[in-house]
Structures are given as structure tokens and as C-alpha cells.
């Protein structure tokens, strides 16, 4: 079946700092594939996403690209801030129509002043 | 600008109690679905409806049931609370059909601690 492996946390890093959160994924066609993220207290927001292979998903300085022949999805931003800390979610829906999205266990990400 | 609202936002039950989680959406979305959140566990996925009148399980559904009358609201209800439910409930909504982006718009959640 589906599913969706990501690095796990917590990742601390210094503001200012490069960020990777690794995504790899299963699936059987081609899914849509997005980074969800977490602010405390809060829900899911959607952060990027990308629906087929090699497109580039980019929002706030994060990017992802959808590389079917690693079947990975990782999150990277050039120069962190404090205010993304937060828990990054990588997730999946399946193509077939059933609408069932799979979500990875979650990155906790830290970033100190 | 309420987009998903739930309620409550903290609940704890006794085991055996039962209890209903609420979730409204005003954007007029199709697709509605419940997840509960557990540490290192991820997101999975409790029931999900693709319009008024029409439920489905996702990957844990025992002990959940969900109804759906309305296209702005979609219910959890817990028939006996069991500890092992004790977690926080997300809902979530989105678009289906033409122009559909695929994002799924969640609510803040509901802690809930079942003694």
C-alpha cells in the first residue's frame, strides 16, 4: 500500500542555517505530494505542494521537487528562522480517486536565535 | 473567514461515556474527513465523506462513527470512550472536481483525554 517515510525530529538548528527534512514515499501511479506544517497550537497548513515529476513546489523560502525516480519529496530552505519552528508534515494522496491522503509521523524543527 | 471550525477544543471523558466531536466548514466543500494525531504516528485518517449522505472508513475507524446530512457539517461521535482514543482530532475539508487543488484545509483541533 501507500505510505510515506520522513526523517525524524527534533532537528535543531541556529537562525540563519540550511534546513533538509527528507520525504521518501510509496506508491503505486503517480500521487500528488505536499509539506504540511504545524505551528504549536494550531492545525495543519498547507506549505507546498507539487502533482507530478519534477515540478518544483516553493512557498516562504521552502521548496520541494517531486523526483519519481528516487520517489522522494524533500523539503529544503537556504536560511531559517525562528518563526519556523513548527512540526512538518509530508503527505500523499493516492491517485486512484479514493481521496485518502497518507501522512508521514511528523519533523519537529527548532530553530535557535 | 471561520473556514474549518471544530468543538470542543478540550474534552476528557470517562471510559465507557460517549461524546460527539464537531466539525463545520463554510467553503461550500465536498470532502470532509476526521484524523487523529498521536505522537509518532503521523496523521491517519478515521472516516471521510465525499458529499451529504455518503461515509467512508479510513485506516482506523473502530469505535468512531460519522454521519453526513449536511454538506457544512460532519460529526465524530465516540459510542464508548476506550483510553486508547485519547488523542487530538483534526478535521479536514476540501474541494473535489474541476479546479480542485488537492489542498486539504484542517480545523485546530480537539484534545481529547478518555481516564
Known amino acids: 500500500g501507500n505510505s510515506v517515510t520522513q526523517m525524524e525530529g527534533p532537528v535543531t538548528l541556529s537562525e540563519e542555517a540550511f534546513l533538509t527534512i527528507n520525504c521518501t514515499y510509496t506508491?503505486?501511479?503517480?500521487?500528488?505530494l505536499f509539506w504540511y506544517v504545524q505551528y504549536p497550537g494550531e492545525g495543519l497548513q498547507l506549505l507546498l505542494k507539487?502533482?507530478?515529476?519534477?515540478d518544483k513546489g516553493s512557498n516562504k523560502g521552502f521548496e520541494a521537487t517531486y523526483r519519481k525516480e528516487t520517489t522522494s519529496f524533500h523539503l529544503e530552505k537556504g536560511s531559517v528562522q525562528v518563526s519556523d519552528s513548527a512540526v512538518y508534515f509530508c503527505a500523499l494522496s493516492s491517485p486512484s480517486g479514493t481521496y485518502k491522503y497518507i501522512f508521514g509521523t511528523g519533523t519537529r524543527l527548532k530553530v535557535l536565535a | 473567514n471561520a473556514g474549518v471550525t471544530q468543538t470542543p477544543k478540550f474534552q476528557v471523558l470517562k471510559t465507557g461515556q460517549s461524546m460527539t466531536l464537531q466539525c463545520a466548514q463554510d467553503m461550500n466543500h465536498e470532502y470532509m474527513s476526521w484524523y487523529r494525531q498521536d505522537p509518532g504516528m503521523g496523521l491517519r485518517l478515521i472516516h471521510y465523506s465525499v458529499g451529504a449522505g455518503i461515509t467512508d472508513q479510513g485506516e482506523v475507524p473502530n469505535g468512531y462513527n460519522v454521519s453526513r446530512s449536511t454538506t457544512e457539517d460532519f460529526p465524530l461521535r465516540l459510542l464508548s470512550a476506550a483510553p486508547s482514543q485519547t488523542s487530538v482530532y483534526f478535521c479536514?475539508?476540501?474541494?473535489?472536481?474541476?479546479?480542485?487543488?488537492?489542498?486539504?484545509?484542517f480545523g485546530e483541533g480537539s484534545r481529547l483525554t478518555v481516564l
Open positions: 507539487a502533482t507530478k515529476a519534477d
Open positions: 479536514a475539508s476540501r474541494l473535489l472536481g474541476q479546479g480542485a487543488t488537492g489542498e486539504l484545509f
Open positions: 506508491a503505486t501511479g503517480y500521487p500528488s
